[in-house]
């Protein structure tokens, strides 16, 4: 079994533009995330932090330095493996929900298993497990617009884990939602954490929804401020 940790960012920047409107959004980051971790990544509009987060879910890659992720060096990988890494390892949950506003609840958790090319039947099997994973049984049929926002959340964090990924990727989950559906939600992802092994990554601007990470990053000005373990969430 390998001691590496799951992912692994080494010098990393990030540079936009050229000439007078070059902008370095990540200035040299370092940390390295183990298999099962929680980490949440904080900081103000413009830290780097949703850069990171973009390099993370190989959306994008690095200016330099290097992003290992199961001892892949993902800035070495193509478009196309970037994407069956995503496709095979990744989950993703969005502020916005983006939900398939005509398609029902089911339909919207088989998508990703669409894009794998699995069997009609293996996909329909493996959604209605997840939609009950996440509590909405008996809701399967219904679309976006016949849920709450808590219920359009716990579709896209099922639609997120139906691949059984290694890593969910969670950029302000609660954003959209109130206080109580907040809470259930990140529950939720705190039970996936502690009961699936899911390694979790979550962007969020509230103390109160990073409180449930086991470990928080501060990013500011490009750089990590901070980097502490939150004992209270242990």
């Not at 259930?184 to 954490?193: G, K, Q, T, W």
Request: aromatic share 6%.
């Amino acid at each position: 079994m390998s001691s590496e940790p799951l992912i692994r960012f080494s010098n990393v920047t990030k540079v936009y533009g050229q000439g007078q409107v070059t902008f370095q959004a990540l200035k040299g980051i370092d940390f390295s995330i183990a298999a099962g971790d929680f980490v949440a990544i904080m900081g103000p509009s413009g830290s780097g932090k949703s850069t990171a987060m973009n390099i993370l879910g190989c959306l994008d890659i690095p200016s330099g330095g290097s992003y290992g992720f199961q001892e892949v060096h993902v800035e070495t990988l193509t478009r196309n493996q970037r994407a069956l890494l995503r496709r095979h390892q990744l989950g993703f949950v969005f502020q916005g929900f983006n939900l398939l506003s005509r398609t029902t609840a089911l339909e919207n958790v088989e998508l990703p298993l669409l894009y794998r090319r699995e069997p009609a039947a293996q996909r329909r099997a493996a959604a209605y497990v997840a939609l009950e994973q996440v509590g909405l049984k008996g809701w399967e049929h219904h679309t976006p617009a016949e849920l709450s926002g808590g219920q359009q959340q716990r579709v896209a964090i099922a639609r997120a884990i139906v691949t059984q990924p290694s890593v969910l990727l969670a950029d302000e989950p609660t954003g959209n939602l109130d206080t109580k559906m907040s809470q259930e939600v990140m529950e939720l992802i705190r039970c996936f954490n502690r009961e699936q092994g899911i390694t979790i990554l979550m962007v969020t601007h509230e103390p109160d929804i990073a409180a449930y990470a086991k470990r928080i990053i501060r990013f500011v000005d490009g750089k990590i401020e901070s980097d502490r373990r939150n004992e209270e969430s242990l």
